[in-house]
């Protein structure tokens, strides 16, 4: 009898999102992307409702917060570090020292936190 993971189910059930450049197979696996999306979105929902408990009483419950809350926090570094997400068109700096702001379509190394500056990235 052959054993499975949850992912190999999920995969059985659902199908294969990655495409191989086979116009037949992609067809087939994009339908099934959809699906795949949904069911993550669904997780992470279920998974963020858990992280926000983390700072309650019962131990039991913050317990679980505390763990979805760094996963969460694992899976967000993951999406900084292998997606390009969409760029600034500009950057907003503020000292909240002297009140001094400043807004560049560059990021500038002179204004930063060593010398005293918030950077606000600006999206469309």
């Known amino acids: 009898m052959q054993t499975f993971n949850i992912r190999q189910v999920i995969k059985k059930l659902i199908g294969h999102i990655t495409p191989v450049g086979e116009s037949h197979t992609d067809s087939k696996r994009y339908e099934s992307l959809p699906i795949h999306l949904q069911l993550t979105d669904d997780l992470v929902k279920d998974i963020i409702d858990v992280a926000k408990m983390k700072d309650l009483q019962e131990y039991s ?9 760094q996963f969460l926090c694992t899976l967000h570094q993951n999406i900084k570090d292998n997606i390009e997400l969409e760029s600034p068109v500009a ?12 807004v560049d379509y560059k ?16 999206y469309k």
Not at 91 to 102: F, K, V
Not at 107 to 122: E, F, I, S, V
């Open 91 to 102: 950057y907003e700096y503020h000292n909240y020292d002297t009140s001094h702001a400043y």
């Open 61 to 69: 419950i913050q317990r679980s917060g505390k763990e979805a809350h």
């Open 107 to 122: 990021a500038r190394g002179d204004m930063d936190k060593n010398h005293g500056y918030t950077k606000t990235p600006l």
